[in-house]
Antibody, heavy 125, light 107 residues
Framework: QVQLQESGPGLVKPSETLSLTCAVS?????????WGWIRQPPGKGLEWIGN???????YYNPSLKSLVTISVDTSKNQFSLKLTSVTAADTAVYFC??????????????????WGQGSLVTVSS | EIVLTQSPGTLSLSPGERATLSCRAS???????LAWYQQKPGQAPRLLIY???SRATGITDRFSGSGSGTDFTLTISRLEPEDFAVYYC????????FGGGTKVEIK
């Protein structure tokens, strides 16, 4: 049974860096798939942030690319998200998820089959 | 960026009725790379459909997906009490974008 669990601070000050980690159990990141982050502001829809492969190859939402870093630690079977210079607009539930990758004319995309329960991060002073 | 527009915003139906949810894309979705998710309050989304019409593991055949190009549909044949939730479509043929969601509520 694949399980994902987010962890990290629930409160971040404006202009600081949001950091979250996703621990994966029941499946080895080394075995494949693309591991990703999606967020959902309170009462709103879903926004893809980015994905990473076991090799460290990353794929980011173009609208967030300059602010986001996703990294992977295969020895701990976990991956992490850093979002810099946060504002109140970054207040959201952050989900980690396992992505199944597809390739169309050199562009990669993912759908998500296993999700963590989500971690609410509030940006406030 | 491909924009996905879901309609209606809210669907009010009774248990046992058929639900038809629409997802329209601003441009053609490559190779029908479209997924549907169900989300209940306080929970993560759950994958229902991928590739426009393939059911995910463990998903009942009451859920079916169809469509291609720019128009896609999720059909729930007979609503059960546990089906009342918010449903999102997502395209993954050109980067990744999600629709705004359709809430299926009890009438």
């Amino acid at each position: 049974q694949v399980q994902l669990q987010e962890s990290g601070p629930g409160l971040v000050k404006p202009s600081e860096t949001l950091s979250l980690t996703c621990a994966v159990s029941g499946y080895s990141i080394r075995s494949g798939y693309y591991w990703g982050w999606i967020r959902q502001p309170p009462g709103k829809g879903l926004e893809w942030i980015g994905n990473i492969y076991q090799t460290g190859n990353t794929y980011y939402n173009p609208s967030l690319k300059s602010l986001v870093t996703i990294s992977v630690d295969t020895s701990k079977n976990q991956f992490s998200l850093k979002l810099t210079s946060v504002t109140a607009a970054d207040t959201a539930v952050y989900f980690c998820a396992r992505g199944f990758g597809t390739m169309v004319r050199g562009v990669i995309g993912f759908y998500f089959d296993y999700w963590g329960q989500g971690s609410l991060v509030t940006v406030s002073s | 960026e491909i924009v996905l527009t879901q309609s209606p915003g809210t669907l009010s139906l009774s248990p046992g009725e058929r639900a038809t949810l629409s997802c329209r894309a601003s441009q053609s979705v490559s190779t029908s790379y479209l997924a549907w998710y169900q989300q209940k309050p306080g929970q993560a989304p759950r994958l229902l459909i991928y590739g426009a019409s393939s059911r995910a593991t463990g998903i009942t055949d009451r859920f079916s997906g169809s469509g291609s190009g720019t128009d896609f549909t999720l059909t729930i044949s007979r609503l059960e009490p546990e089906d009342f939730a918010v449903y999102y479509c997502q395209q993954y043929g050109s980067s990744i974008t999600f629709g705004g969601g359709t809430k299926v509520e009890i009438k």
